[in-house]
């Protein structure tokens, strides 16, 4: 076997002086890049081998035959896995930094998506760089959720939409702020755990079963109180579709209860579904049940929307609260939830 270094500027600069000199059938043992020590510029190492007994030339072979069309076929896959091999080094060069590698590693097994780790690994060299740049990815909402006028929450099935009410109602009343609470839910559940709701928290409490009669309440309290709209889960959350012009003029907060334990395959089919005109922001549910944090800066990010609140905490606990939205950053760094 005979093995050789080639350099150049590219890789296919490169591949090309190998194809040259040890022909098609040339086995690329590895690659990188390196400076040169005199100019300065970035010089592609590329070493080649080729089993000189058992080597063809395309010129000994017919090239009308099938295996000499089979030989063309896989001379321009070698040069097309190479240019892929160099598009990938170009982008992401960091990967070769073992440091930087563990830093990858530990991003992909907190749930982040590959894509996104390669970039904020483009951004950040440590943890503490990395806290930093995160915070930065994360769009947060303007104002803290205690300051805003009201929100209604959307959500599928079973993420905790009541809760964060309740969780909402605790928060709220520390800061001696008049609340009511809205629900569109009218199932005998929904309105039983409403009626509990009230007599626990001592707030007003109504059942809201038309668009219309939504829109009169909110305008003749919202001047009043803090207003909270609970609304039924289903798969498609069809009600932000078709609340979305009726609370288009409203100062209340459109926003999408995410669990924080949801599959990421769930929460991004449940993003497509939906109109993501129909929604403000984003808040985060169930966060001391879950046990890694990267699916927060996930949906954060590809969601483009700002993110108002974490919760965590069941129905009924005086545990319950509501978290500032900044804490993702130690949430997926650090990967512990303070209960």
């Known amino acids: 076997m005979r093995i050789k270094k080639f350099h150049g500027k590219s890789f296919k600069e490169v591949l090309e002086t190998v ?11 590895s690659s990188n890049s390196r400076k040169d020590n005199f100019s300065g510029e970035t010089l592609i190492e590329i070493t080649a081998a080729i089993d000189e007994k058992e080597s063809l030339s ?21 040069i097309e ?13 960091s990967l070769n930094d073992k ?31 990395l806290r930093e740049v995160i915070k930065g990815e994360i769009r947060i909402s303007e104002k803290p959720f205690s300051e ?47 009626k509990e709701m009230a007599l626990k928290l001592k707030c007003e409490t109504r059942i809201v079963r038309e668009p219309k009669e939504l829109y009169r309440i909110i305008h003749k309290e919202i001047g009043k109180r803090k207003i909270l709209i609970d609304t039924p889960g289903d798969g498609n959350i069809s009600f932000a579709a078709e609340l979305k012009s009726i609370l288009k003029d409203v100062p209340i907060r459109k926003c999408l209860v995410v669990d924080a334990t949801i599959s990421k395959q769930t929460a991004f089919s449940a ?7 129909s929604i403000d922001c984003i ?57």
């Open 58 to 78: 395309i010129n000994t072979l017919n090239l009308e035959s099938p295996d000499g069309e089979l030989l063309k076929e896989l001379e321009k896959l070698k």
């Open 81 to 93: 896995v190479s240019l892929l091999r160099e598009s990938v080094s170009k982008l992401f060069p």
């Open 19 to 29: 194809k040259q000199d040890l022909g098609p059938d040339a086995v690329i043992l």
């Open 283 to 339: 808040g985060f549910s169930k966060i001391d049940l879950s046990s890694s944090y990267g699916n927060l800066y996930n949906i954060s990010v590809l969601s483009g929307k700002p993110v108002s609140f974490l919760s965590l905490g069941a129905y009924g606990e005086t545990s319950s609260r509501v978290m500032p939205p900044d804490s993702i950053k130690n949430l997926v760094v650090g990967g512990v939830c303070a209960n």
């Open 99 to 129: 440091s930087l590698s563990s830093l990858y590693n530990f991003l992909i097994k907190n749930n982040i998506e590959p894509h996104l780790a390669l970039i904020l690994i483009e951004k950040a060299k440590d943890l503490n760089e």
């Open 148 to 194: 805003e006028k009201g929100f209604i929450f959307y959500g599928l099935p079973g993420v905790g939409k009541t809760t964060t009410v309740y969780k909402m109602i605790r928060s709220l009343r520390e800061k001696n702020e008049k609340i009511m609470v809205l629900s569109l839910d009218d199932r005998i559940s929904a309105v039983a755990a409403l």
């Open 271 to 277: 993003l497509k579904s939906l109109d993501s005109t």
